[in-house]
């Protein structure tokens, strides 16, 4: 399974996600997190970083992700927001509460197959 991981803040607070998420244990057991490279933009010079990508394997757990992300969110000085992606599927986090951790292991647990159809088919799940 794919997952893209953008974070409000730029790309120090990326950079610092990506080392949180290499430090922890039962991420580099399930998931090879990378930073993903996107082009630049007309007139700019160089690389820029875009998003976190994690690829998983069977040892890979929703939860221990989640509770990670969760835990790297509130050791910044600055609430940022953090936008997974699976898919079709997206579950931003504002606030890090139950109930969003709740709607992010949902939605990486679920089946992939089609996305129900409809205005909020996928988003703020």
């Known amino acids: 399974m794919r997952i893209d991981v953008a974070v409000s803040g730029g790309e120090e607070e990326l950079r610092s996600l990506h080392d949180w998420l290499g430090r922890d244990p039962a991420m580099r057991r ?11 933009s007309p007139g700019q010079m160089g690389l820029l970083t875009e998003v976190l990508q994690l690829v998983t394997d069977n040892a890979w ?16 000085p600055h609430a940022r927001r953090i ?3 699976r898919g079709d599927l997206t579950v931003c986090l504002d606030g890090g509460g139950d109930e ?10 679920s089946p992939t ?3 129900p159809e409809g205005e909020d088919a996928g988003e703020g799940r």
């Open 100 to 109: 969003e951790l709740r709607r992010l292991i949902d939605a990486l647990e």
């Open 61 to 76: 757990s929703a939860a221990s992700f989640a509770l990670a992300l969760s835990t790297w969110r509130q050791t910044r």
């Open 113 to 115: 197959g089609p996305e």
């Open 83 to 85: 936008t997974v992606r």
């Open 30 to 40: 399930g998931a090879r997190v990378e930073l993903v490279q996107a082009p630049p």
